[in-house]
C-alpha cells in the first residue's frame, strides 16, 4: 500500500540548516513533493523530484532522493524564522488527475 | 501566476442551512481538487475532476456534493452538515497534462465551521 511517514517535529535556530525527512512504500511513486503550510494559510509548493533524480537544489532548499531505501530529505540552510511552517512530505503516479498522498507533516519551529 | 483563489475565507453555517464554497483558477489546469483538512492533520482528498468530469470520490458522503461548471471554477455545495465536518476546505488544481510535472497548486482555503 501506499504510506509516507515523516517525524512530527525539528526545532532549530536561526542560522542554523534544518533537515526534514520522510520515508515513503510506494517504489512507483514518480514524483516527490515538499510542500510548506503556514498557520492558517493553505499549501504552498516549495520543490519537487522526479524519482530518477538523486538531488535537486534550488537556493536555500536542497532536496536529496535515495531510491534505494525509499528516504526523501529536504535540507533548509540559513534557517530564518519565517521558515517556521508545517512541511508536508508527498508521493503521486504519472496519470492525470491523480492526487497526492501527504505524510503527516512535519513542524519546524525556528528560534531567535 | 500560480494562484488559486478560494471564497470565502471564512464560513459559519448551521446544520440545516445550505451554502457553497468556490474555487477559480486562470492557470489553463485541467485537473482540480477538493480537500478536507482538519486541524494537525495532512489533507485529505475528497473530489479530483479532471477535464470537468469527476474522476474521483473518495468515498465522501451525499451531504457534499461538488461542481465543476467550467475548466476554470470548481465548487462544493453543502447541505445538512454535521459539526465533525468543520475544517478547513482546500482547493487545488494541476496541470492534469501527461507531458507535465503534476504539481499541485493550493489556494489558500475556507475555514468552515458548522454549529
Known amino acids: 500500500g501506499e504510506d509516507v511517514e515523516q517525524s512530527l517535529f525539528l526545532s532549530v535556530r536561526e542560522g542554523d540548516s534544518s533537515v526534514i525527512n520522510c520515508t515513503y512504500t510506494d517504489s512507483s511513486s514518480t514524483y516527490l513533493y515538499w510542500y510548506k503550510q503556514e498557520p492558517g494559510a493553505g499549501l504552498q509548493l516549495l520543490t519537487y523530484?522526479?524519482?530518477?533524480?538523486d538531488m535537486k537544489q534550488d537556493q536555500r532548499l536542497t532536496v536529496l532522493l535515495n531510491k534505494k531505501d525509499k528516504h526523501l530529505s529536504l535540507r533548509i540552510a540559513d534557517t530564518q524564522t519565517g521558515d517556521s511552517a508545517i512541511y508536508f512530505c508527498?508521493?503521486?503516479?504519472?496519470?492525470?488527475?491523480?492526487?497526492?498522498?501527504f505524510g503527516k507533516g512535519t513542524t519546524l519551529s525556528v528560534s531567535s | 501566476d500560480t494562484e488559486v483563489t478560494q471564497t470565502p475565507k471564512h464560513l459559519v453555517m448551521g446544520m440545516t442551512n445550505k451554502k457553497s464554497l468556490k474555487c477559480e483558477q486562470h492557470m489553463g489546469h485541467r485537473a482540480m481538487y477538493w480537500y478536507k483538512q482538519k486541524a494537525k492533520k495532512p489533507p485529505e482528498l475528497m473530489f479530483v475532476y479532471s477535464y470537468e468530469k469527476l474522476s474521483i470520490n473518495e468515498s465522501v458522503p451525499s451531504r457534499f456534493s461538488p461542481e465543476c461548471p467550467n475548466s476554470s471554477l470548481l465548487n462544493l455545495h453543502l447541505h445538512a452538515l454535521q459539526p465533525e465536518d468543520s475544517a478547513l476546505y482546500l482547493c487545488?488544481?494541476?496541470?492534469?497534462?501527461?507531458?507535465?510535472?503534476?504539481?499541485?497548486?493550493f489556494g489558500p482555503g475556507t475555514r468552515l465551521t458548522v454549529t
Open positions: 508527498a508521493e503521486t503516479h504519472n496519470q492525470a488527475g491523480t492526487a497526492l498522498i
Open positions: 487545488a488544481s494541476s496541470p492534469g497534462n501527461r507531458d507535465r510535472v503534476y504539481e499541485q497548486y
Open positions: 523530484i522526479f524519482s530518477n533524480m
